[in-house]
């Protein structure tokens, strides 16, 4: 099922791809594919697990210089899931089915967080345990980048290295991830840092004139 689930989308989001008008942006990318998709909800606010892993606390270094910044950070770390913003791009109904789909599009790369983003939408659909209420969620859920710059998925620069998505890449069970920078709150409080449950391989599908893009099966954490 989840093979024919994934097959199905990669279909339709090539589709939107490759029709014109040309994407931009993700609202759009949203609409188009909720069109293409059929019965869809979208922005759905999302509720969570805790996360099976952990993540590791900042050292003291970390947390005094937050603290004389005048950003205190928790002893404890940042939940890379907190926040007021979370909510539920596509929550698509197919066959019976509810299966969570969270969107990127980047058509022109303008900073080097792109892809702590796609990896937090990883780590997010692994704990994510209720959308809008609704429970009966699939237990594999999809992710979804696409992009029309080359460098992602190639292994280079200026991507920062541990958020690299280049093709056939393979992240291990409890890849941690984390800003290579050196300032504490840029690492620890501004795009908080966490462990991946499960493993990953990054396989890009063509997309014609616009470029590439991602679709990623995620399965929900196991306790």
């Known amino acids: 099922m989840t093979e024919a689930l994934r097959d199905q989308l990669a279909a339709a989001v090539r589709a939107v791809l490759t029709a014109p008008p040309r994407l931009v942006d993700e609202g759009e990318l949203q609409r188009r594919l909720v069109a293409a998709l059929g019965t869809c909800d979208i922005e759905l606010r999302m509720q969570f697990d805790d996360a099976v892993f952990k993540g590791l606390p900042p050292p003291p270094k970390a ?65 994510l345990r209720t959308a809008a209420g609704r429970d009966d969620l699939t237990e594999t859920r999809f992710a979804i980048f ?18 690299r998505l280049f093709d056939g890449r393979t992240l291990p069970t409890r890849y941690w991830v984390q800003y290579d920078q050196p300032s504490a709150r840029t690492r620890w409080l501004d795009y908080p840092p966490f462990h991946l449950a499960n493993s990953y391989r990054f396989d890009w599908h063509d997309a014609g004139q616009f470029g590439r893009f991602l679709l990623v099966p995620v399965r929900q954490q196991q306790r």
């Open 63 to 127: 947390i005094a210089e937050c603290a004389a910044k005048g950003k205190p950070i928790d002893p404890d770390g940042k939940d890379a899931c907190s926040g007021h913003l979370r909510k539920l791009d596509i929550l698509w109904h197919v066959d019976d089915l509810h299966v969570p789909v969270e969107l990127k599009i980047v058509t022109a790369r303008k900073s080097d967080v792109y892809g702590y983003q796609f990896l937090k939408d990883l780590h997010r659909l692994e704990r």
């Open 146 to 163: 696409a992009t029309s710059e080359a460098l992602y998925w190639k292994d280079a620069p200026p991507e920062p290295v541990p958020f």
